[in-house]
């Protein structure tokens, strides 16, 4: 529970320094007396965001602190623990927030830095804050559902069921749609693919023959300069007079002196060798004269061959086996492409089954939905008679649909009727606001048992109420503080009457400047505080003996 809210430079507030205790807390006020303001400090120590535009003018910072119980409250604790904030079994949770003129921030939770998401985490398990639009939030088919859902405690595992089933075949949807999206592209990816291997296959490589037609292209090119040079070369070495017979009269002469010489062998053996060497080469030109064939029809060949393969290697690789090695390559990629269509019939049949299983899922998931519906119309319509709606008729209207939506229905709504005979409708064409305020307060009665909210912010929850109607909601009211804090902020004195603490806020104006104060009304005041509620200052006996009855029937039963 909220045990202290102690504000500084905030607003029109120079200093407040509020004390909570259980039960019910009640401000009251004039129209601009500082009550919104009071929430505004409060919702920024819970998490809300803050403005400079909060820092009291001709100062440099604000500074709010609230100060919890959270002894009996295991949620707070846990999270405190996960989000490794300091807080010992025995001590109070203190939440400190300051914002400079120049935008500069800093939040403290019992003394740890903390984030703005950590803390608005941790402020929502802490207090319940019902503002004034909260009334009409309420005409929210989306506000309606999350109301349901709140209260359905049955659907937390079928629903986190669902979400993951939802995602899944979201997931599979998309996948899907992406495949079809790609399946002009794969088509034509398919027969671009399809030309190159033809192409490719179409020149049949061989590296081993390819290789060396360059080399015989040169040779077919320049026969006959090569036949010419074998001629002349072999002419020179094998005609009368020629290298080889020379010679052999200078290997025949040099043994001659040899046999007189020995030092000449080595010399004798040299030039015997070279005359066999140059012998065979001889021999070899006139074979190579023998064996060279001019063909204008091969060297055409091999022209258009090479220009193919010169070609394949512009296109699809620097040498003819990384031409090979793109070949296979594309060919895996063309049998991935023609089974496509298994792909996609396997695409089709995943995003099916996860269809039925997230459709089994939410089925299951708003079968609680349906049986909570049930049960949170049936104690909303007991907490209307006690706040005076006795033929007060709510209900939901839960249409699942034929798709699949992210909150598990297409349409979801309360609808209402306030009096026998008239036809239930939604609550978005409810037109008064007291009806409204009172169907808001009856679920907010319902739903504190479920929320396990140890503190209830109402703020003018009872506006558009009069008359026996306003006593009835201040009943509920009494009836949830006696279980939960209650802060109520409210004009009406039925209302007011039921505080066990109650406060007065009001303006002054001092030395050219504005200031909200607050102060407690003791016991000994309130039957007064509570008649200038009805009729101002200038209140009548009549009103005083009313307002003291009321006071003598909530003091009874905060006995009982």
């Not at 709510?394 to 909150?407: K, N, R, V």
């Not at 609808?415 to 978005?428: D, I, R, T």
């Amino acid at each position: 529970m909220l045990q202290s809210l102690h504000i500084r430079n905030f607003a029109l507030i120079e200093q407040l320094d509020i004390e909570f205790k259980e039960g019910v807390t009640v401000f009251t006020g004039e129209t601009g007396a500082g009550k919104s303001i009071l929430l505004d400090a409060l919702g920024i120590a819970l998490g809300d965001r803050a403005a400079v535009d909060y820092v009291r003018t001709d100062t440099k910072e604000f500074f709010v602190t609230a100060q919890f119980d959270v002894t009996d409250m295991p949620s707070v604790q846990t999270y405190c623990n996960e989000q490794n904030i300091p807080l010992a079994d025995d001590e109070p949770l203190i939440i400190s927030r300051r914002l400079s003129q120049t935008g500069k921030g800093q939040i403290l939770v019992n003394g740890m830095l903390t984030s703005l998401r950590t803390l608005a985490g941790l402020g929502s398990l802490l207090v319940d804050i019902h503002g004034q639009n909260d009334n009409l939030k309420l005409q929210s088919d989306r506000y309606q559902l999350h109301v349901l859902d709140t209260f359905n405690r049955d659907g937390r595992q079928p629903e986190e069921i669902y979400h993951k089933a939802y995602q899944t075949w979201q997931q599979a949807v998309q996948r899907q749609r992406k495949f079809l999206e790609q399946e002009e592209e794969r088509e034509t990816l398919l027969a671009r693919l399809n030309k190159e291997v033809r192409e490719i296959s179409a020149v049949k490589i061989n590296p081993e023959k390819d290789t060396d037609i360059e080399a015989e292209i040169k040779r077919l090119t320049h026969a006959e300069k090569i036949t010419a040079a074998l001629q002349m070369a072999s002419q020179l070495l094998n005609a009368s007079g020629g290298s080889l017979e020379t010679i052999s009269q200078a290997l025949n002469e040099l043994q001659k002196a040899s046999s007189f010489d020995e030092a000449l062998l080595a010399s004798v053996q040299t030039l015997e060798t070279a005359f066999y060497n140059v012998e065979e080469v001889a021999r070899n030109l006139q074979e190579s004269l023998y064996t060279i064939e001019y063909s204008p029809e091969r060297l055409d060949q091999l022209q258009e061959r090479a220009q193919l393969l010169r070609d394949l290697r512009l296109k699809y690789g620097d040498t003819l086996e990384e031409i090979l090695v793109y070949q296979a390559t594309i060919q895996k990629k063309i049998m991935e492409l023609e089974n496509a269509q298994e792909t996609g019939d396997a695409l089709a049949q995943a995003a099916a089954a996860a269809f039925q299983e997230a459709q089994t899922a939410r089925d299951a998931w708003n079968e609680t939905r349906y049986r909570a519906a049930a049960e949170l119309s049936g104690e909303i319509e007991i907490a209307l008679r006690d706040l005076d709606l006795p033929n007060g008729n709510l209900s939901y209207s839960l249409i699942p649909g034929d798709t699949l939506t992210p909150q598990g229905l297409a349409e979801a709504e309360l609808v209402f009727s306030a009096n026998v005979g008239e036809p239930p409708k939604s609550l978005s064409e409810v037109g008064s606001g007291g009806e409204l305020a009172r169907i808001s307060l009856a679920l907010k009665t319902v739903l504190a048992a479920q929320m396990d909210l140890p503190t209830l912010v109402l703020d003018e929850i009872d506006v558009g109420i009069s008359g026996n109607a306003a006593l009835r909601v201040a009943e509920r009211i009494h009836t949830l503080g006696q279980h939960t804090q209650v802060i109520c902020i409210t004009h009406l004195a039925q209302t007011a009457a039921i505080a066990q603490t109650h406060y007065h806020l009001y303006k002054e104006s001092s030395g050219g400047r504005t200031q909200t104060h607050l102060v407690s009304i003791p016991e000994s005041e309130r039957a007064q505080e509570l008649a200038r509620l009805i009729e101002g200052d200038r209140f009548t006996g009549t009103t005083l003996d009313t307002v003291t009855r009321w006071l003598q029937y909530f003091r009874a039963k905060n006995k009982l």
